[in-house]
């Protein structure tokens, strides 16, 4: 499954003029591409293909840990290629849950659902995404064959125009 969510996204990639070019599985810890601009290092790039499943009573929040899993993950794999940051780094997730949506990859950044009545709720048994190191410079959400979102997270100001710049992201 996770194959074929890195070809879906390679593929966005080639249609933004982008070279998705896929990095060695190594014993160390890798992400799936180095993504170059006009022949030039752009960004790197690891994808998550995503399906959910229902948990147990002693997984509450199966959705949002999932995800937030999946982020530290990208993170120790970000942090081993791109330990300096002279680059942007992506995550994209490629979803296989018609039940799910871009809204659960923000709840589970910020911590909190809005309610039926418009208030936010902080979700306490839930797996905290943690913000004290980020390395994340933008997230893309795909539906299956098509990215529909994007969260930005603001880090290093020059890595997010250079991205919008590529990606035409606003």
């Known amino acids: 499954m996770a194959k074929s969510g890195e070809k879906n996204v390679k593929e966005y990639l080639e249609s933004k003029g982008l070279q998705a070019v896929k990095m060695p599985e190594t014993s160390a810890k890798t992400v799936d591409f180095e993504v170059y601009y006009a022949g030039k290092p752009a960004f790197y790039l690891e994808e998550k293909t995503v399906k959910f499943t229902a948990g147990g009573w002693k997984d509450m929040y ?87 979102g994007h969260i930005w997270d603001e880090n290093i100001p020059q890595h997010e125009a250079k991205l919008a710049e590529i990606l035409e992201l606003e």
């Open 62 to 148: 199966p959705v949002y840990n999932t995800i937030a899993k999946h982020i530290y993950e990208a993170i120790k794999q970000f942090k081993s290629v791109n330990p300096h940051r002279e680059v942007p780094n992506v995550l994209a997730f490629t979803n296989r849950d018609e039940g799910r949506s871009i809204d659960d990859l923000f709840i589970t950044l910020v911590g909190h659902v809005v309610t039926s009545r418009g208030k936010m709720r902080r979700i306490e048994i839930m797996k905290k995404v943690e913000k004290e190191d980020p390395v994340i410079d933008l997230f893309l959400w795909f539906d299956h064959h098509q990215m529909t």
